[in-house]
């Protein structure tokens, strides 16, 4: 009963929590099988603001799959791969990014922005010079601000 209730708050968080971040997820493997399989039920558009353990991602993935979602063990393995790398607890996700220095690849995968937007961050800089602050960063043109600001505490200047 106790693994149901854990498993039911997680599932609930997924569908109640609303974000402006539609299907912007950073690129890597199991980000194309996330969408594919996941989206059969419902958006996935709070799972940048999530933030578990390997162990409460593979609770969730497989509680989706009890209640039908069609995907191979192969899949749901590499679902719980990504979900983990890219939104998990502990050092991997704690790690920030300086963007006075990354390349658009590190914003876009560190910071989870679009190419676009990463690539206008690294022009802005290159115009402008380093970024001192949050409200330097927020001005950069074309850059989603919702998503930096939810970003913000993985953010170093």
Known sequence: MQKFAGSAVLVLSLLLIPLSFGQ????????????????????????P???????????????????GADATSAELDEIIDYLAKNFGKGEAAAKRVNVNTAAASGLETGLGLTAKESELIVQYRGKNGNFKDLSGLLKVEGVDAGKVQAAKDKIEF
């Open 49 to 67: 603001r999530l933030r578990y353990s390997r162990a409460d991602w593979t609770n969730l993935v497989f509680s989706m799959k009890d209640m």
């Open 24 to 47: 912007d997820l950073p690129a890597g493997p199991g980000r194309e099988t996330l969408k594919k399989v996941c989206t059969q039920c419902h958006d996935i558009d709070s799972v």
